[in-house]
């Protein structure tokens, strides 16, 4: 079966740094993603990884590890807007005729000033 | 465009109606998804159309039907729903086998 974990919830203040970690055990890996997805509306891309290593984008970076089956998202210079649920998922190859996306339940961040 | 529009937005319905979902993408993507989420709970996958095509059905009750008119459109054609069937409904798609799923707004379902 297709198992990924993350943590519940987490909480830092404004300016602060956290890591999100995201565990998976699955077949057919294609990639992994992270999500950003506040109360109320529909989840948005953050940052993608199929290959090991870094992938950096701005205040975001995310890390996957193949063989360890372990990814994390670093948000550096917390704002307040940054509180959201974020969704670790596992990009799936299915049928050979396309993919899909599973979700892992979910990390919700709040961050205080 | 990179948006994907789903309509209604939001959507009352009763246990003996037939309603539909629309989901629309101009981006030129090949695959396009049904996820649900309910409150507090990550999207759970329903079902994956790849070139038009049903790829992926989730063992999904038969009272949601799927339907993927042209590459550009996607529908789900609800009947006979049940109150716990009440969540937001969210479409995606995704132009290949290595690029990431742009979501649209979802549509939020109420069943009464």
């Known amino acids: 079966g297709q198992n990924i974990d993350q943590p519940t919830e987490m909480t830092a203040t404004e300016g602060a740094i956290v890591q999100i970690n995201c565990t998976y055990q699955?077949?057919?890996?294609?990639?992994l993603f992270w999500y950003q997805q506040h109360a109320g509306e529909a989840p948005t891309f953050l940052s993608y990884n199929v290959l090991d290593g870094l992938e950096e984008k701005g205040r975001f970076s995310s890390f996957l590890s193949r063989s360890k089956g372990y990814s994390y998202l670093l948000l550096k210079e917390l704002q307040m807007k940054d509180s959201a649920s974020y969704l670790c998922?596992?990009?799936?190859?299915?049928?050979?005729?396309?993919?899909?996306?599973?979700f892992g339940k979910g990390t919700t961040l709040s961050v205080s000033s | 465009d990179t948006e994907v529009t789903q309509t209604p937005k939001h959507l009352v319905m009763g246990m003996t109606n037939k309603k539909s979902l629309k989901c629309e993408q101009h981006m030129g993507h090949r695959a396009m998804y049904w996820y649900k989420q309910k409150a507090k709970k990550p999207p759970e996958l329903m079902f994956v159309?790849?070139?038009?095509?049903?790829?992926i059905n989730e063992s999904v009750p038969s009272r949601f039907s799927p339907e993927c008119p042209n590459s550009s459109l996607l529908n789900l054609h609800l009947h006979a729903l049940q109150p716990e069937d009440s969540a937001l409904y969210l479409c995606?798609?995704?132009?290949?086998?290595?690029?990431?799923?742009?979501f649209g707004q979802g549509t939020r379902l109420t069943v009464v």
């Open positions: 998922a596992v990009s799936l190859l299915a049928n050979q005729a396309g993919t899909a996306l599973i």
């Open positions: 699955t077949s057919g890996f294609n990639g």
């Open positions: 995606a798609s995704s132009q290949d086998l290595e690029t990431e799923a742009f």
């Open positions: 159309y790849s070139y038009e095509k049903l790829s």
